[in-house]
């Protein structure tokens, strides 16, 4: 159980464009997730936190409007990057926690993002 | 301000000898703590947590942690590694009323044959 699915793994995308991830809870719903960027041989750092049927709260220092999260539905996240640049080059982590029961969030396998 | 220390960005140990990786966090209060790995280009697998009762936390792959309140701190042990241990170590603290992790710097692990 506690499945939390990320799509795709790996994307290129040149820049200027707008590229989507998705993070999907398999078997449970989620009504919070987060989304987490690591730079290469960097930690993970917390970009926002998405609540279900809510606008997602942004770390300091995130644009929101270059980072859009959309949690319309209780197993589905998406983050998309507008207007990507090569700066924006990374590795995106989702996790999800389980709306019910005292339990931490469950963490997707990540997308390697690369802007060319 | 809150924060996670790994002190160590990278430890070599030998195959079959422990392993201690160190942990201090600076919290207000008493947070969750979670030790995550990490392989290369992989996503996050927990190893272990820590929310409340017995401070001597086992987790998967034999791994153990000890929470220290006094010392603000969640070591991480393992008596005898595996050369498939080799991989990135993260320790994590989340608060009790959301979840939000804060994660150290990461230490690398790496084990001589």
């Known amino acids: 159980g506690a499945v939390v699915s990320q799509h795709p793994s790996w994307v290129i995308c040149k820049s200027g464009t707008s590229v989507k991830i998705e993070c999907r809870s398999l078997d449970f719903q989620a009504t919070t997730m987060f989304w987490y960027r690591q730079f290469p041989k960097q930690s993970l750092m917390l970009m926002a936190t998405?609540?279900?049927?809510?606008?997602?709260?942004?770390e300091q220092g995130v644009e929101k409007d270059k980072f859009l999260i959309n949690h319309a539905s209780l197993t589905l996240s998406t983050l998309t990057v507008t207007s990507a640049h090569p700066e924006d080059s990374s590795f995106y982590i989702c996790?999800?926690?389980?709306?019910?029961?005292?339990?931490?969030?469950?963490f997707g396998q990540g997308t390697r993002l690369t802007v060319v | 301000a809150q924060s996670v220390t790994q002190p160590d960005i990278h430890i070599t140990v030998s195959e079959g000898a422990s392993l201690e990786l160190r942990c201090n966090y600076s919290y207000g209060a008493t947070p969750y703590l979670f030790w995550y790995v990490q392989s290369p280009g992989q996503g996050l697998q927990l190893l272990l947590k820590y929310f409340s009762g017995d401070t001597l936390v086992q987790g998967i792959k034999g791994f153990e942690a000890e929470f220290k309140r006094s010392q603000s701190s969640f070591n991480l042990r393992k008596p005898s590694v595996h050369w498939s241990d080799a991989a990135e170590y993260f320790c994590?603290?989340?608060?009790?009323?959301?979840?939000?992790?804060?994660f150290g710097s990461g230490t690398r692990l790496l084990v001589r044959p």
């Open positions: 998405s609540n279900e049927g809510s606008k997602a709260t942004y």
């Open positions: 994590a603290v989340g608060a009790r009323s959301s979840y939000k992790l804060i």
């Open positions: 996790s999800a926690k389980p709306g019910q029961g005292n339990t931490e969030a469950f």
